[in-house]
């Protein structure tokens, strides 16, 4: 398994950057870990895994809705960004994550 970090859009106030941990698995998936982008305290979005084609996807700056049991989460490409929210399906608050788009193609490229 290789990974790689995307860094987010926006650095908190320490100037630390936090990022989203992308780890391509053996079997073609791609696994998104969110904790280390989560600065405030709360629980990040639980682990993601999705296709190599999803991903192919977003990189074509296309939409993708993944949809879990008890969350949806939605990768939006928006130029330079790609926009990442999770909407609970038991009401809490939607998380919004923004990641630099050119770092999940280099990792694409680099380790995919």
Request: charged share 25%.
């Amino acid at each position: 398994m290789k990974s790689f970090r995307i860094h987010s859009t926006h650095a908190i106030p320490d100037r630390r950057i936090p990022y989203l941990v992308m780890e391509f698995l053996d079997d073609g998936n791609v696994e998104m870990n969110f904790d280390p982008l989560e600065d405030d305290g709360n629980d990040a979005i639980p682990l993601i895994t999705v296709t190599a084609q999803a991903l192919y996807e977003i990189l074509e700056g296309k939409e993708v809705l993944l949809s879990r049991k008890d969350d949806s989460v939605t990768f939006c490409p928006r130029g330079d960004e790609l926009l990442i929210s999770s909407e609970s399906t038991a009401g809490e608050p939607i998380r919004q994550y923004s990641v630099w788009r050119a770092e999940v193609g280099l990792a694409w490229n680099l380790l995919g």
